[in-house]
T-cell receptor
Framework: AQSVTQPDIHITVSEGASLELRCNYS??????LFWYVQSPGQGLQLLLK??????LVQGIKGFEAEFKRSQSSFNLRKPSVHWSDAAEYFC???????????FGKGTSLLVTP | NAGVTQTPKFQVLKTGQSMTLQCAQD?????MSWYRQDPGMGLRLIHY???????DQGEVPNGYNVSRSTTEDFPLRLLSAAPSQTSVYFC??????????????FGPGTRLTVL
């Protein structure tokens, strides 16, 4: 069965610092991978996705993620964090069924001045 | 396009009451799903549908019913509400076809409290 692990429950970074959020997945074949962001009290917005091809994926708001098959990872990065990036981030994996995703438990990002 | 819409946005129920959470999408997506979000648990799949007339259980289906009579609508019914069903509920749809395949398009959510 497919699963997702986000090892960090909370992360605090200073504004302007770089960010990396970790995501590890468990799935036998090449997975479909996603990062979603949720601002407080809001719904979920897609940041980026990986289906195939180039393993470095660019998303919205200056985020990128790299698929590493050997490490079963899909870590999210941003070179310089803004205060508005404070939110909850979810990594998700989908198999070859089109109907749903398995989500990690999320990482809460706090940005300090 | 409105995308995925959900009503109501907020609801308070008493234990034992029943209600229906509404979900509709205007993207002509075949697949629709219901998730619940609880603190520290991420999103968990309740029920899903792969087309009109076809539904199946997800990870946490107990206490919920669904039906799919049209492509657009996918209501979630709570038969007898319990405090354990206090949660935020998200409806989502996906095309099931490339290029978006199983990318979930989410509604704004319904925050439910059961007293």
């Amino acid at each position: 069965a497919q699963s997702v692990t986000q090892p960090d429950i909370h992360i605090t970074v200073s504004e302007g610092a770089s960010l990396e959020l970790r995501c590890n997945y468990s799935y036998g074949a090449t997975p479909y991978l996603f990062w979603y962001v949720q601002s407080p009290g809001q719904g979920l917005q897609l940041l980026l996705k990986y289906f195939s091809g180039d393993t470095l994926v660019q998303g919205i708001k200056g985020f990128e993620a790299e698929f590493k098959r050997s490490q079963s990872s899909f870590n999210l990065r941003k070179p310089s964090v803004h205060w508005s990036d404070a939110a909850e981030y979810f990594c998700a994996v989908g198999a070859n069924s089109g109907y749903a995703l398995n989500f990690g438990k999320g990482t809460s990002l706090l940005v300090t001045p | 396009n409105a995308g995925v819409t959900q009503t109501p946005k907020f609801q308070v129920l008493k234990t034992g009451q029943s209600m229906t959470l509404q979900c509709a999408q205007d993207m002509n997506h075949e697949y629709m799903s219901w998730y619940r979000q609880d603190p520290g648990m991420g999103l968990r799949l309740i029920h899903y549908s792969v087309g009109a007339g076809i539904t199946d259980q997800g990870e946490v289906p107990n206490g919920y019913n669904v039906s799919r009579s049209t492509t657009e609508d996918f209501p979630l019914r709570l038969l007898s509400a319990a405090p354990s069903q206090t949660s935020v509920y998200f409806c989502a749809s996906s095309s099931g076809q490339m290029p978006s395949y199983n990318e979930q398009f989410f509604g704004p959510g319904t925050r439910l409290t059961v007293l």
